[in-house]
């Protein structure tokens, strides 16, 4: 029972869409981060659940780790194959299967992206609401709890998937859920699975909530003098109930890597950048009353459109910041790190951080869906530089025990992968040896997605 064993097994079950090429192995060893590449011994790429039921069974049967694939745009080194094996890439499975107008819900295959599912929805006047800003597959976003600028208004991943199917280590498919909007009926497996990150099974199928298109939306931006304001801002916010659909903060240096890198004329000063969902009326009457808020803590005059090229724009400069910091350092690699605190010490949690990060040499830019108390920094380190590396890693260790300190968790959006996975004991304490417990069940052999979320030894 070997790796090379397994791979001679699934060769008669895939043929040419089992690769072994350098190309395929380098593409699917590496990650956008810091991580050290770690390529697998071959890629599959299935088209239905039973060539992936299939490819479990092989690999149950000869110890072959497995490690799911979706575009390859985590960041914690969720998808790196650390003990080889077989990466399950599954682009060609990307069908939308079932589209229920009455009920808002769409069934899907895994490898469907949210630009496409959205481009499918078009015409139906429903959308799918969780944007994490890349355009990552969906069964990867049900993976790793995805979230993103959205899910201040729409919530994370957690709550819009409403059943699943998943291959299970040993072949087995389940399905967890069902289309009804509420169950009281035993365990509830589709959380479960959602945020395993590929440690339990493979999901082959999602069937998620859809949310109605909103008849008017509307976005802008606003500036302060300090960080502090800023963050006091989205507090004020939040807690006067306006329904914000976005809230988005960038510190002063973000901002100068979105002049740099998009061409923008940003004040050298932390941002808010903000959306509204809803009725013409109500979307005027929500942006002017922020408008107030923003005049009452000293930021500059809220300017706000409703045209969609606007939008279209300030959103594309935001989903374009990892891309915008790491290129205002040129010849660096980046360790994007986040941390998610209860709102009431969302204030605390960036001003020490900012001070953490002036006290050290590396840039560590600041931004983050901060409508619900998440922030990321982005430290950016050049390649090669061991004493840097040593650096950022200090400096994502302190922010990860203080977001314990305060009541929060070591990542709110990002997930465990590899890079959170020392923290997993001091956040969880004996509930980690049952979440490990839980892996060793429905995984004995230990090949799903090796190395990552538990302790497996």
């Known amino acids: 029972m070997t790796i090379q064993t397994a791979l001679s097994e699934l060769h008669t079950v895939l043929g040419d869409r089992l690769s072994r090429s350098a190309s395929d192995l380098e593409i699917h060893g590496r990650s956008e981060v810091h991580f050290a590449d770690a390529p697998p011994d071959a890629v599959a790429y299935p088209e239905t659940t039973e060539e992936v039921s299939r490819i479990m069974a092989i690999c149950h049967a000869n110890d072959c780790p497995v490690v799911g694939w979706g575009t390859g745009t985590s960041l914690e080194g969720h998808a790196l194959a650390v003990r080889g094996g077989v990466t399950v890439d599954f682009t060609r499975m990307n069908k939308v299967l079932e589209v229920n107008l009455e009920d808002m819900d769409v069934r899907i295959q895994p490898g469907l992206t949210r630009e496409d599912l959205n481009r499918e929805l078009r015409a139906t006047g429903l959308f799918f609401p969780v944007d994490p800003g890349a355009n ?238 998440n922030f990321h920094a982005t430290i950016l380190i050049k390649k090669g530089n061991a004493a840097e590396l040593a650096e950022a890693k200090a400096l994502s260790h302190r922010m990860a025990l203080r977001a314990l300190a305060l009541g929060g968790t070591v990542t709110g959006e990002h997930g465990v992968g590899m890079g959170k996975l020392s923290y997993m004991e001091a956040e969880h304490g004996p509930a980690w040896e049952v979440m490990s417990d839980i892996k060793r069940t429905l995984d004995p052999t230990g090949i799903m997605n090796p190395g990552k979320m538990v302790r497996t030894n």
Not at 222 to 247: E, K, L, W
Not at 260 to 284: C, I, N, R, T, W
Not at 345 to 366: H, N, S, Y
């Open 136 to 373: 990552a597959s969906l069964g990867g976003m049900a993976s790793t709890r995805a979230s993103g600028t959205t899910a201040v208004r729409y919530g994370t991943m957690r709550d819009n998937v409403l059943a699943l199917e998943v291959v299970l280590s040993d072949g087995r498919v389940i399905r967890t859920g069902s289309r009804a909007r509420k169950t009281a009926a035993g365990y509830d497996l589709t959380a479960l699975f959602v945020g395993s990150e590929g440690t339990l099974g493979l999901i082959t199928e999602l069937t998620l909530r859809l949310r109605g298109q909103p008849e008017a939306v509307s976005a802008g931006i606003c500036s302060f003098a300090t960080i502090s304001d800023a963050v006091n801002t989205v507090i004020a916010t939040i807690q006067m109930g306006i329904p914000m659909a976005r809230i988005e903060f960038v510190d002063a240096a973000t901002a100068r890597a979105f002049n740099a890198y998009s061409g923008a004329k940003m004040q050298d000063a932390p941002h808010l950048m903000v959306e509204f969902h809803g009725s013409p009326a109500g979307v005027a009457e929500q942006a002017e009353r922020f408008g107030e808020i923003v005049a009452e803590m000293g930021g500059s005059p809220f300017k706000w459109s409703s045209e969609v090229e606007d939008r279209n724009a300030l959103w594309k400069m935001r989903h374009n910041a990892y891309y915008a910091i790491v290129a205002s350092r040129p010849g660096c690699t980046a360790m994007a790190t986040d941390i998610c605190v209860p709102i009431s010490r969302l204030a605390e949690a960036v001003e020490q951080t900012i001070e953490d990060i002036e006290k050290g040499t590396i840039p560590a830019p600041i931004l983050g869906h901060v409508g619900d108390g």
